[in-house]
Each structure stands twice: as structure tokens, then as C-alpha cells.
């Protein structure tokens, strides 16, 4: 049925199988998928400082990037694997990053800008449900 083959259509998009785009209609917004930057990042360089404003999401496409968000007594790393969302946040408004977020190996990640975000949740509010539950994750 045209359903079924819609559903085999969406699946081979690497993107159907993150958490932040799990359900969501990629077809109907691929114009604004494609207008999202994808930075390469090689080990050691950092994505963002400490201090510094963001108000994109990042997707991490490849590679792993972390974040030391502990102190030198209680160290507390997060790790960013391919399909996790950095920043997401950002969506509510512009944040301030507590701690650097690094990549630990080559990696590359797809930058979501607010505006573009918004009106992809316009398009399909599975998407808005999907950014609802990673913040909830954090």
C-alpha cells in the first residue's frame, strides 16, 4: 500500500533513527534540512566553549564529542554519540554552555538554527514532542 512504501521511504533516511527526528515527516522538510550547516570537527576541537552563547541544536552525525560538566572532585562527563542532539535547549532561547563540548575523536555534526527548528515543529509537531522529551532526558 502507499502507506507501507511511505514508511519504507522515510526509513532509509539516517536521520529517521535519532531520537530528535524518531516519526517525524523528513520529506516534508528537507528543504530546511538541507540549509542546516554540517561542521566537521577533528579530535581535540572543541564544538563549543564554556561561557560561549549557543542557540543552534546540534545532531551528531559521526564520531563522539563530550562535555566535562563535573568539578575536579566529582568529575561528571557527558558523552555525545551519532544520533544524540547537543544543545537542544537552545530551542527555548539562547543559552550560555557551562562547560566545553569537545570532540574526542573526528566527528561531524549538523547545526539546527532556532528559526529553522521552528519551522520544521510548524511542519510537523511530532518534532516539537521529540525536543519536548530530550529536554525532559536532560
Same mark, same amino acid.
Request: glycine share 4%; net charge negative; charged share 25%.
Given at each position: 500500500?502507499l502507506?507501507?512504501?511511505r514508511?519504507?521511504?522515510?526509513s532509509? *533516511?539516517?536521520?529517521s ?17 538541507? /540549509?542546516? /550547516?554540517?561542521? @566537521?570537527?577533528?579530535?581535540? @576541537? ?7 552563547? *549557543? *542557540?543552534e541544536?546540534?545532531? $551528531?552525525l ?6 566535562d560538566?563535573?568539578t /575536579? ?8 554519540e ?6 537542544e535547549?537552545? =530551542?527555548?532561547g539562547e ?6 563540548v569537545?570532540?574526542? @575523536?573526528?566527528?561531524v555534526?549538523?547545526a539546527i ?12 509537531? $511530532?518534532? /516539537?514532542? *521529540? =525536543? ?7
Amino acid at each position: 500500500s502507499l502507506k507501507d512504501s511511505r514508511k519504507k521511504a522515510e526509513s532509509t *533516511n539516517p536521520l529517521s533513527t535519532t531520537p530528535l527526528f524518531k516519526d517525524v515527516d523528513l520529506d516534508a522538510m528537507e528543504d530546511l534540512l538541507d /540549509a542546516c /550547516a554540517v561542521y @566537521e570537527l577533528k579530535a581535540g @576541537e572543541a564544538l563549543l566553549a564554556a561561557g560561549e552563547k *549557543n *542557540n543552534e541544536t546540534y545532531l $551528531v552525525l559521526n564520531g563522539r564529542l563530550q562535555a566535562d560538566l563535573g568539578t /575536579a572532585e566529582a568529575p561528571r562527563i557527558m558523552t555525545f554519540e551519532p544520533r544524540q542532539t547537543i544543545g537542544e535547549i537552545s =530551542v527555548l532561547g539562547e543559552s550560555t554552555m557551562s562547560a566545553p563540548v569537545v570532540a574526542t @575523536e573526528e566527528a561531524v555534526v549538523m547545526a539546527i538554527t532556532p528559526d529553522a527548528m521552528w519551522a520544521m515543529m510548524e511542519i510537523d509537531a $511530532v518534532l /516539537a514532542r *521529540n =525536543v519536548l522529551s530530550l529536554l525532559a532526558q536532560r
